[in-house]
């Protein structure tokens, strides 16, 4: 099994550009989490899936923040436009109902200048 | 206010010692308690998880609970230096690793 897939693994980008994070994750897990982590804030959850349906979304900052996931197997955070209070690392997430372990992908620097 | 506290340390223990790391959570329904390790640079990962008053031990670590004072510990014996990183303890409401609240962790070295 390779894991949750994340890519890409650091993104620089200006601010005002437009940012897509993506994520592939394990095949079987139905929950599907992004989460953003900052030395300030810590892990902080933005949105989970369930099923590929948004379940809660209550953690996702503002609207420049959208999260989609068209099928069991890819999700995206796109962030439109960046600010450089967006830099952080953006980890994805997944488990299987059942199993508490929740796997963790290798996360996205994102640095916005 | 947070709603899962932790020491940010850093903790230094000398290796071969017992490491002792503390949680505590404000929301009273929570039922799910997770200590999760992360190395520098990498993703965090599941060390233990405990759902019942009391202690619950796997190798080298133990997990301990006490809902009433809404206090999580986790303690790992015969520390080494590669227990050194970040340990974060998580809460969730639901009996499942759904909708956690992470702690801003406890950074712990082990000096040899």
């Known amino acids: 099994d390779a894991g949750v897939i994340q890519s890409p693994r650091h993104e620089v980008t200006e601010m005002g550009q437009e940012v897509t994070l993506r994520c592939k994750p394990i095949s079987g897990h139905d929950y599907l989490f992004w989460y953003r982590q900052t030395m300030m804030r810590g892990l902080e959850l933005l949105i989970y899936?369930?099923?590929?349906?948004?379940?809660?979304d209550s953690g996702m900052p503002e609207d420049r923040f959208s999260a989609k996931m068209p099928n069991a197997s890819f999700s995206t955070l796109k962030i439109q436009p960046s600010e450089p209070r967006d830099s952080a690392v953006y980890f994805c997430a997944s488990y299987r109902q059942g199993n508490e372990k929740l796997f963790f992908g290798s996360g996205t620097q994102l640095s916005v200048l | 206010q947070k709603e899962v506290e932790q020491n940010s340390g850093p903790l230094s223990v000398p290796e071969g010692a017992i490491a002792s790391l503390n949680c505590t959570y404000s929301d009273r329904g929570s039922q799910s308690f997770f200590w999760y390790r992360q190395y520098s640079g990498k993703s965090p990962e599941l060390i233990m998880f405990i759902y019942s008053n009391g202690d619950k031990e796997d190798g080298r670590f133990t997990a301990q609970l006490n809902k009433a004072s809404q206090y999580v510990s986790l303690l790992i014996r015969d520390s080494q230096p590669s227990d050194s990183a970040t340990y974060l303890c998580a809460v969730t409401p639901s009996g499942s690793a759904r909708q956690l609240t992470f702690g801003s962790g406890t950074q712990l070295t082990v000096l040899p």
């Open positions: 899936f369930n099923n590929n349906v948004p379940i809660d």
